[in-house]
């Protein structure tokens, strides 16, 4: 299981911070492993990583809850912590556009709900649904022109080989604990 704590962001800014388990994770349908979700966003990654921008529905007593997520192609999904409730969307969710492509574009969030079971803005309980883009990118927007508001994603992806030390790199220490004998220094 993950236990995901978004900040939920009301229509008047109000926000609220559940804790949610998620115990299925769907990616384009698919059923994932729980151990490729993460908040963290920093990852090192191989010189052929690819990455793209997402939106997440995730199942919650009051309705579903919709967030930006980033999919790198090694499987890790990288989950926003701010969301917003699905239902304060109903009457404009079309228009809601994530990196500027209207979702109505990509894929309603009805038709994702429907396709795992749920009805409305109800989701089996423990589900995460992700929806990605075929574009790349490392930053994702969710931007609602109705209330005028955007929540974002900045993923930083680090190559693997890259050494962020450079020539810089200390030497190596040791560190002695107490003692009761004469411990030799070799630095």
């Not at 912590?81 to 979702?103: C, F, Q």
Request: charged share 20%; proline share 7%.
């Amino acid at each position: 299981m993950f236990l995901l704590k978004p900040h939920v962001t009301g229509p008047e800014g109000q926000i609220t911070t559940p804790d949610i388990v998620v115990d299925c994770l769907l990616v384009e349908g698919k059923r994932q492993p729980l151990g490729l979700l993460t908040h963290s966003c920093w990852q090192e990654v191989g010189a052929d990583a690819s990455s793209r921008p997402a939106y997440a529905l995730m199942a919650l007593g009051g309705g579903a809850l919709i967030l930006p997520a980033l999919v790198i192609s090694n499987g890790l999904v990288i989950a926003a912590r701010a969301a917003w409730r699905l239902s304060n969307l109903d009457d404009h969710v079309g228009e809601v556009t994530l990196n500027g492509v209207p979702l109505a574009d990509i894929e309603l969030p009805s038709d994702l709900v429907a396709a795992a079971g749920g009805a409305g803005d109800a989701l089996p309980r423990g589900y995460m649904l992700v929806r990605t883009m075929q574009a790349e990118a490392t930053e994702v927007t969710l931007a609602d022109p109705a209330l005028r508001r955007e929540l974002s994603n900045t993923v930083h992806l680090q190559l693997l080989d890259a050494d962020r030390w450079g020539d810089a790199r200390p030497r190596p220490r040791y560190s002695v604990g107490p003692t009761q004998k004469e411990v030799p220094h070799f630095i």
